[in-house]
């Protein structure tokens, strides 16, 4: 495969049952039960996200306070180094 530019972002891949992240040559060895998808940098930093517990999308935390049976929230760190923490 051919390199993306650094800002396309970063490639993730995503088991598409259990929504947990693999890796994306996983990912591409079984497409037909994983995703892969892009994460821009950038895009947050710290705070909260919310996960649809079937699907493994990310969705609003205002949509998933309102369904908290099927989904869950998310701590984001702001990134960089964990160490010392």
């Given at each position: ?37 892009t ?30 049976a ?16």
């Amino acid at each position: 495969m051919s390199s993306k530019k650094s800002d396309a972002g970063t490639r993730i891949g995503r088991d598409a049952r259990t929504g947990e992240f693999i890796p994306v040559r996983e990912a591409i060895r079984r497409p037909a039960t994983t995703t892969i998808e892009t994460v821009h940098p950038g895009g947050g930093g710290a705070g909260r996200i919310g996960r649809d517990a079937r699907t493994g999308e990310f969705i609003p935390v205002r949509d998933a306070l309102r369904r908290p049976a099927t989904t869950t929230i998310e701590r984001r760190s702001g990134g960089g180094s964990k160490k010392g923490r």
